[in-house]
């Protein structure tokens, strides 16, 4: 059974800084994909990552997947206060074209 | 406008009543989802759909009922079986051919 861990599960950061998510999953899959959700809000889609190496990056966000230590990680460079949200993992479980989701990762971001 | 529609956006109902949360997309898209997510969860699959008049029940169906008779249409029921549907309700579409799901605004559902 897939299993999907991010951690933390929580991290309030001082603007300017830098901070990585992580995002680990417990069985093969090559196909990733990480979210952004505000308070009372659906999920926006962030980034997609579909082979082992694959590198995303987005202004201060940058994504990469490690298929081989079934690893992601979510890089926050320089943050913003914009940037406070929650940030979900996702794996696709391959062979039912179900995605399973992270518990999340709550960011806040202050001055 | 093309997206998907979620209806309504609050809903409240009694202990032992069914409710049915609308789902409606304009994309054109063949895959359709339900997610339940609970306060500081991550999302739960309920059901899915990857083609007209056919469905498959996800990691907690229990409680729960879906149709999909018409492509751009997936209505959730929500039956007096669950027994804590109180929750933030999502649901998904997915192009063929591609790996993306969008969402859309979510139906928060509260049981009195």
């Known amino acids: 059974e897939l299993k999907v861990e991010q951690n933390p599960l929580f991290l309030s950061m001082q603007e300017g800084k830098n901070y990585t998510i992580y995002c680990n999953y417990s069985?093969?899959?090559?196909?990733l994909y990480w979210y952004r959700q505000d308070p009372g809000k659906s999920l926006e889609s962030l980034f997609v990552?579909?082979?082992?190496?694959a590198v995303k990056q987005e202004g201060r966000l940058m994504a990469s997947l490690d298929t081989k230590a079934r690893l992601s990680t979510l890089h926050i460079t320089a943050a913003v206060h914009d940037l406070s949200a929650t940030y979900f993992c996702?794996?696709?479980?391959?062979?039912?074209?179900?995605?399973?989701f992270g518990t999340g990762t709550r960011l806040q971001v202050f001055p | 406008d093309g997206g998907i529609t979620q209806s309504p956006k609050y809903l409240f109902r009694k202990e032992g009543q069914n409710v049915t949360l609308s789902c409606e997309q304009n994309?054109?898209?063949?895959?359709m989802y339900w997610y339940r997510q609970d306060p500081g969860q991550g999302l739960r699959l309920i059901y899915y759909?990857?083609?007209?008049?056919?469905?498959q029940k996800g990691d907690i169906a229990e409680g729960y009922s879906v149709s999909r008779e018409k492509k751009e249409s997936f209505p959730l029921t929500v039956t007096s079986a669950q027994k804590n549907p109180t929750a933030f309700y999502l649901c998904?579409?997915?192009?063929?051919?591609?790996?993306?799901?969008?969402f859309g605004p979510g139906t928060r559902l509260t049981v009195l």
């Open positions: 990552l579909l082979s082992n190496g």
């Open positions: 998904a579409s997915r192009p063929t051919g591609t790996d993306t799901q969008y």
């Open positions: 069985t093969t899959s090559d196909r």
């Open positions: 996702a794996v696709d479980d391959q062979g039912t074209d179900k995605l399973i």
């Open positions: 759909s990857q083609i007209v008049n056919d469905f």
């Open positions: 994309l054109n898209h063949d895959a």
